[in-house]
Antibody, heavy 117, light 112 residues
Framework: DVQLVESGGGLVQPGESLRLSCAASGFTFSNYGMIWVRQTPGKGLEWVAYISGTADTRHYADSVKGRFTISRDNAKNSLYLQMDSLRADDTAVYYC??????????WGQGTLVTVSS | DVVMTQSPLSLPVTLGQPASISCRSS???????????LNWFQQRPGQSPRRLIY???NRDSGVPDRFSGSGSGTDFTLKISRVEPEDVGVYYC?????????FGQGTKVEIK
């Protein structure tokens, strides 16, 4: 069975950094692009970032461009999101999901990031 | 960015009755390969999103056949033929054609 398990969320102050991880299993990780999607409390979904299977292509939402970096380690079947210069409006549940086209067949359970002083 | 507009945003339905959600995109979702990458997701309370429909009208495995998707170009619809209690939640359309990927605002389906 495909499993995606996020970790690394927590409470940080504005301007600080946080690194999220997503452990993947049940499929050939390197064959798939991966995405991060976030959901602000009580609100909708926002696509955040994408990375191709070989990591040679990355895309970011304008709201995080220059502050967040998506990466992966195919040897460890792991996806990462390095979040720098965090702001209050980055507070959200962050999900990793399997990419591809079409994307989103499998999602993790999410990890909560709270940015507050 | 492609703007995805769903309607209605709230949909009270009677059990056993049909329901329909509209999703419109600000530009065509036909990709260069000829496919239209419009997907539908369901998010039940307290759960992660679950994909129901991909490429407009293809049901994911395990999705009941009471769910169907249709449409083309910029105009799409998700239909539930007979609403069941487990269908309560928020439904999102998302375009997978253009960068950045964009979601609709969500339609909350609740039982009357």
């Amino acid at each position: 069975d495909v499993q995606l398990v996020e970790s690394g969320g927590g409470l940080v102050q504005p301007g600080e950094s946080l690194r999220l991880s997503c452990a993947a299993s049940g499929f050939t990780f390197s064959n798939y692009g991966m995405i991060w999607v976030r959901q602000t409390p009580g609100k909708g979904l926002e696509w955040v970032a994408y990375i191709s299977g070989t990591a040679d292509t990355r895309h970011y939402a304008d709201s995080v461009k220059g502050r967040f970096t998506i990466s992966r380690d195919n040897a460890k079947n792991s996806l990462y999101l390095q979040m720098d210069s965090l702001r209050a409006d980055d507070t959200a549940v962050y999900y990793c999901a399997r990419g591809g086209q079409p994307s989103g067949r499998y999602w993790g359970q999410g990890t909560l990031v709270t940015v507050s002083s | 960015d492609v703007v995805m507009t769903q309607s209605p945003l709230s949909l009270p339905v009677t059990l056993g009755q049909p329901a329909s959600i509209s999703c419109r995109s600000s530009q065509s979702l036909v990709y260069s390969d000829g496919n239209t990458y419009l997907n539908w997701f369901q998010q039940r309370p307290g759960q992660s999103p679950r994909r129901l429909i991909y490429k407009v009208s293809n049901r994911d495995s395990g999705v009941p056949d009471r769910f169907s998707g249709s449409g083309s170009g910029t105009d799409f619809t998700l239909k539930i033929s007979r609403v069941e209690p487990e269908d309560v939640g928020v439904y999102y359309c998302v375009q997978d054609t253009h960068w950045p990927k964009t979601f609709g605002q969500g339609t909350k389906v609740e039982i009357k």
